[in-house]
């Protein structure tokens, strides 16, 4: 089972079990971040990557209310940058951050909340290259059939995946009882080596990234019952 | 995986619409505002939904605004839940509190730290 699908399902499991009628809520979220992304910046094989793909995170989120001041969020956080290599071949990297976290709230005032979370991050690295290449079999047997060479698309992924934390503030203004605007502040610190990226089942290393003590700042579209 | 989970949000919605509403059309008073959902809700509030009743309550709520009934109607029913809402949730009960105080006390002493 993939992992995004396992966590959605310990989710749900989770709030089934913990309440008959939890509150359920779903968000779009935007993110600014600022991670140095050495191995990304400098590589002169690949395009450098610009303020959308470096510094800002975009996804979806989904909150579940546990207890009368408690939700349990979950949190998916994308970061991608893709365009083509020197060689010409198709290249995507995308950093995926996953905060599980528990959150308790309260309203100071009406329709205003003050929201405090704290909680894993499971992260993930995918780095893509689509390559065309052209292959002595398929040719010798296009060949045979009277047909030139045709070049042939490969695609693989180098992976990796790491542990951190995460943490912050947020101030959530609900326009009705099922909308609402949340801005956060906050942090995430994730345990990244370069040395633990995985391909074709074999251990290789990867680009060198800083993914510690990173300044997080986010905006919150939430939809809710 | 984004787009995946947006495809099965989506797919999921409409299954539980058309389900829902086959399984009550029958049931359909012939005022749409007599609606057995939006009856909970004006009784209940908005949160006495289930999920599977959501869909239900939106679209008996379109039909019942296009019959004629203000929106202003719809408003007060939001606004009572909005005050019901602040009425459970405007102080930390048990020990929740504690730990918005371990939270703020993380996120300052990192701010803290960075800025200095």
Redesign the interface.
């Given at each position: 089972m993939k992992p995004?699908l396992l966590l959605?399902f310990l989710f749900l499991t989770g709030l089934s079990a913990l309440g008959a009628?939890p509150?359920?809520l779903?968000g779009l979220t935007g993110g600014y971040y600022e991670p140095t992304l050495t191995g990304f910046d400098t590589n002169a094989e690949i395009p450098t990557p610009k303020f959308m793909a470096k510094n800002v995170l975009?996804?979806?989120s989904l909150e579940g209310q546990v207890?009368?001041?408690?939700r349990i969020t979950y949190q998916?956080l994308?970061s991608r940058h893709s365009g083509k290599t020197v060689s010409g071949a198709n290249f995507s990297r995308t950093l995926?951050y996953r905060l599980l976290s528990?959150q308790?709230?309260?309203?100071?005032w009406?329709?205003l909340?003050?929201n405090?979370?704290?909680g894993a991050v499971i992260g993930r690295g995918v780095i893509n290259l689509n390559t065309k290449n052209a292959s002595t079999d398929w040719d010798a047997l296009l060949s045979s059939y009277g047909n030139s060479s045709i070049p042939l698309s490969s695609s693989d992924n180098m992976t990796t995946w790491w542990l951190g934390y995460a943490?912050?503030?947020g101030l959530r203004y609900?326009l009705?009882?099922?909308l609402g605007l949340d801005l956060k502040?906050?942090?995430m610190h994730n345990g990244y080596r370069s040395s633990a990226w995985k391909f074709q089942g074999k251990t290789v290393t990867g680009p060198s990234l800083s993914l510690k003590?990173l300044?997080l700042f986010s905006l919150q579209v939430i939809f809710g019952? | 995986m984004v787009i995946k989970l947006a495809r099965f949000g989506i797919l999921l919605v409409l299954m539980v619409a058309f389900s829902e509403g086959q399984s009550k059309e029958t049931a359909q008073p012939a005022k749409p505002c007599q609606s057995p959902v939006l009856l909970k809700v004006a009784r209940n509030g908005l949160r006495s939904l289930k999920l599977r009743e959501v869909p239900v309550y939106v679209y008996r709520g379109w039909q019942c605004r296009r019959s004629g009934v203000s929106r202003e109607a719809f408003r007060k029913v939001d606004q009572r839940q909005l005050e019901t809402d602040y009425t459970k949730a405007h102080r930390f009960l048990s020990w929740t509190s504690t730990w918005a105080y371990c939270v703020t006390s993380v996120v300052f002493l990192f701010y803290l730290e960075k800025l200095t």
């Open positions: 995004s959605s009628q509150r359920l779903a975009y996804g979806l207890f009368y001041n408690t998916g994308n995926t528990l308790t709230f309260y309203w100071p009406r329709r909340e003050l405090f979370s704290l943490s912050s503030i609900y009705r009882s099922w502040a906050g942090f003590r300044p019952w | -």
